[in-house]
């Protein structure tokens, strides 16, 4: 029985596990939640890896690149490839929003008790500031990813600069780090289970009655993400990177079921990771730096929701929109896709910096929040597969692909 279940390829455990998951689910009805536990458990033990795994990874990583040139060379490709699809993505949103008028002729009422997040106050400096960890053993406890993700380069860096003299401490990263991805392997066997239990929770719990008069909004964020997933992604993959799509996404399907079920990037990071570097072949430098990175600043669900959201909340409200306010959803919607942590729910608080900044009321928040984790699993899960993306074209560029290992596609 054993041997059996090991012998079926994890991408398909985890994609059979989360059908039956939503067929359990929908059987089972509200008593599904008395197994979420079992969801939760599972994600617990990923967050449990976040933190060694972005330090032990992104430094030895670093150390592996071996010149400080190359590594600005990453850097910048992927920083320019998440900026780029941002701009897509918001683009895309944009579009459906004024093509397919979510908002209109909607008919219904304010939903009462639902909690307005007011926008961040903190002011750009401030966000610099939060940047740079006063004191990295805290930012490490508290699972900030960014002032991690600082402080490990800035280790990376200086032990390039070291030479010689870092030589064990390379050599005591590189054994984390393959410490750390073997943990991950065996955390990811509790994906199928950990799926299975999420999914049923929510077909189970979540009220459909809710979905209809917003079934339009819902679809849109649907429909605007496969597009992203489909054809945008694709297109890098062949344009930038010149490799096939279908091993792609063979690769990465664990990732993607994953940040479907947990609705979080950062919980899906040690598996994307995983992916994009033993199933697609990129070397552990450029997956590292780009995956660590992207899942908290490269979110292209998110940036196309926002930009739909605010279209749909002025539609609403009957507010008309100038060019210039569009140029204004589109510059707050890539800084606040940016902004939100990869965590359930964190684009709906980014909503408000992107709806005040034309007028519409934040009241537009409460239309949407009660079906706002349907529509989260589908943009992380898009969220995640950018970054595997851009992992994979910024490693085409640079070298640091194992194209034979890509196109194998081997399953974990
Ligand atoms: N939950 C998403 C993520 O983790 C962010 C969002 O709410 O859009 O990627």
Redo the contacts with the bound molecule.
């Keep these: 029985m054993l041997k059996f279940w090991f012998k079926i390829p994890l991408w398909q455990r985890v994609v059979g596990a989360l059908v039956l998951g939503i067929a359990a689910g929908l059987f089972w009805g509200p008593g599904a939640e008395s197994i979420k536990w079992i969801g939760d458990l599972f994600i617990r033990a990923i967050k449990m890896l976040i933190v060694p795994l972005i330090f032990f990874s992104l430094v030895s990583g670093i150390a592996a690149l071996g010149d400080l040139k190359k590594l600005g060379n990453v850097g910048g490709k992927a920083l320019l490839l998440f900026v780029t699809t941002a701009i897509i993505s918001v683009s895309l949103g944009l579009t459906m929003g004024t093509i397919f008028q979510p908002g209109i002729g909607l008919d219904i009422s304010l939903p009462t008790g639902v909690e307005i997040p007011q926008p961040a106050a903190t002011s750009p400096t401030d966000m610099i500031l939060a940047l740079i960890p006063e004191n990295p053993v805290m930012s490490m406890a508290e699972g900030q990813i960014l002032p991690l993700i600082i402080f490990a380069m800035l280790f990376g860096i200086a032990l390039l600069m070291a030479g010689k003299d870092a030589a064990p401490i390379i050599r005591g990263v590189d054994a984390g780090s393959v410490v750390m991805q073997k943990m991950t392997m065996l955390v990811m066997e509790l994906t199928p289970f950990g799926v299975f239990a999420l999914m049923a929770w929510v077909a189970g719990t979540f009220g459909f009655e809710a979905l209809l008069p917003l079934a339009k909004m819902v679809a849109l964020n649907y429909a605007g993400c496969f597009i992203i997933i489909l054809v945008v992604y694709p297109v890098i993959l062949k344009t930038i990177a010149k490799l096939p799509v279908i091993d792609f996404f063979r690769g990465i399907v664990d990732a993607q079921a994953v940040a479907f079920s947990t ?4 919980a899906a990071l040690p598996v994307t990771l995983r992916c994009v570097q033993r199933n697609l072949g990129v070397s552990k430098s450029v997956a590292s730096f780009t995956v660590a990175l992207g899942a908290t600043i490269n ?1 292209n ?2 940036a196309m ?1 926002l930009g739909l959201v605010a279209l749909f909340g002025a539609q609403i409200y009957g507010i008309d929109l100038t060019w210039t306010s569009y140029l204004l959803i589109g510059l707050t919607a890539t800084l606040g896709s940016v902004g ?1 942590a ?7 608080v980014m909503m408000s910096l992107v709806l005040s900044s034309i007028g519409v009321p934040l009241e537009t928040i409460a239309f949407v929040a009660g079906i706002n984790h349907i529509m ?1 699993m589908m ?2 899960m898009t ?2 597969t950018g970054d595997a993306t851009v992992a994979v074209a910024v490693g085409r560029m640079a070298g640091e692909i194992d194209v034979e290992e890509y196109i194998s596609a081997d399953d974990v």
């Design positions: 609705a979080s990037s950062n979110m669900g998110t929701y939100a990869g965590i359930p729910g964190s684009g709906l989260d943009r992380t969220n995640v």
